[in-house]
């Protein structure tokens, strides 16, 4: 009885094959990358203040005083959604007396914004929030929007996982990306807060799905060393790549709609690729497809140049996994033994909590002091040394040491920036960037130890139900940020404890390092204590 790995092991680690797949693959990622977290700029809140019509007949000293004062952040400020009554105002105008000398404004009575709002063009043109008014009393709208953003990736990744299974990864990986595609268009057109936010739910379902099955693929088409590349550097560099480009659009379009469209556009370039990459031969031989499988295998070869043997699949040989096949898994098979079970609770606990950290910071960078653009680019451009350090720690050391030195690392820091003094704003956006890198590596390194622990037969369902639990925690991260508005520390002293004790969850899984992919249940590794 030969296994997957032995049959192809005739191709080699490396060849042209093998780079055509982890580059186009890698680059097909890159659009999940500005459109996940296109929401911190479409969404954009700039300075507001309740718009005076000129019909109010007051005087420009009248005009100047006709809003509040407010304590925020130990600064007093115009009122974001209270104005003094006009009728009165109007009265002492016409009336000739003065603001402040002749009139005591404390005493005013206030009414809301009755007239809409005035919003600041310093950051943004025009933003979802300027042209729904989603502030004061429906400032709620916009960490919505993120929110069922998130919960169509909720949606895809507990659909995707079964679609891949039963339909093959490539067929799902393209018709995902065609959706993702095509409902940002339509986004673009959106006639209200309604439509735009049903719309980015589908987007998010697309989003998720192209990212899970390209991950799918990668991971069941490359040989054993070059998986962990490929899974931590190869997809998750390209992603943080796509992130980069988003503050760099975000820069030069300032008006929603247009930057929208010009993040749609190139999910276009990926079309080709249907003829490139081609269909996992793992999930081919799962299916009993041989024939199809040995085709691929020889373009393989012809393209890496080797001559590959005359017969590559024997069905007699490969009869093991035939006879799994006639056994159907579903979702319970994850609960089947008291050990799948604990290692399924654990790492939905884990992704979840890591998800929050990670989407809790990235969505926060408009909140850090400074240019919102660049906070924006030093979040992306943190992800590629923390990919890159995750990589390493996955090829040379223990999977739970790494990761929880990452977590603690993250939580940590993010527990440190309640003692920083307010005017040394740069080293608290130092502190933030330096938990991001860590949560960051441990996201990337948790999909790897994630995928070697459950065994073939449900991996992707396992893959899939965790990833399902990092929704969750995506779900909730637009109101961890929300809760900034009335604490700026609060998100980080939640995040950061959080981080802290899922560090110390990861010490009890099992060890991965260096042992084989289990195939069947009975394979899989014991979970510590």
Known sequence: ?????????????????????????????????????????????????????????????????????????????????????????????ALGLRPGSDVELGELEQEPCLDGWEYSRDVYRSTIVTEWNLVCDN?????????????????????????????????????????????????VFSTSWEMFSVFFLLVGM?????????????????????????CTLGVCIFYAFGYMLLPLFAYFIRDWRMLLLALTLPGLLCIPLWWVIPESPRWLISQGRFQEAEDILRKA??????????????PSELQDVDS?????????????????????????????????????????????HGDVYLNCFLSAVIEVPAYIISWLLLRNLPRRYSMAAALFLGGCVLLFIQLVPSQFRAVSI?????????????????????????????RNMGVGASSMAS???????????????????????????????????????????????????????LVKG
């Open 1 to 93: 009885m030969r296994d997957y790995e032995e049959v192809s092991a005739f191709l080699g680690e490396w060849g042209r094959f093998q780079r055509l797949v982890f580059f186009l693959l890698s680059a097909s990622i890159i659009p999940n990358g500005f459109n996940g977290l296109s929401i911190v700029f479409l969404a954009g809140t700039p300075a507001h203040r309740c718009a005076v019509p000129r019909e109010a007949n007051l005087s420009g000293e009248w005009l100047n005083a006709s809003i509040p004062l407010e304590l925020r952040g130990g600064r007093e400020e115009p009122s974001r959604c209270r104005r003094y009554r006009l009728a009165a105002l109007a009265n002492f105008s």
């Open 139 to 187: 400032d709620w709208k916009g960490p919505l929007s993120t929110s069922l953003f998130f919960v169509g990736v909720l949606l895809g990744s507990f659909i995707s996982g079964q679609l891949s299974d039963k339909f093959g990864r490539k067929n799902v990986l393209f018709a995902t990306m065609a959706m993702q595609t095509g409902f940002s268009f339509v986004q």
């Open 206 to 230: 697309g989003q998720i799905s192209n990212y899970v099955a390209a991950f799918v693929l990668g991971t069941e088409i490359l040989g054993k060393s070059i998986r962990v590349l490929f």
């Open 301 to 314: 070869a012809k393209i890496n140049g080797i001559t590959p043997p005359d017969v590559i699949l024997d």
């Open 324 to 368: 799994q096949r006639q056994q159907t898994y579903t979702i319970l098979d994850l609960m089947k033994t008291r050990n799948i079970l604990t290692i399924t609770i654990m790492s939905v606990i884990l992704w979840m909590i890591i998800s929050v950290g990670y989407f809790g910071l990235s969505l926060d960078t408009p909140n850090l």
């Open 430 to 458: 130092l502190l933030v960037m330096l938990g991001k890198f860590g949560i960051t590596s441990a996201f990337s390194m948790v999909y790897v130890y994630t995928a070697e622990l459950y065994p073939t037969v449900v």
């Open 471 to 525: 929704r969750l925690g995506s779900i909730l991260s637009p109101y961890f940020v929300y809760l900034g508005a009335y604490d700026r520390f609060l998100p980080y002293i939640l995040m950061g404890s959080l981080t802290v004790l899922s560090g110390i969850l990861t010490l009890f899984l099992p060890e991965s390092y260096g042992m084989p992919l289990p195939d069947t249940i009975e394979q899989m590794l």
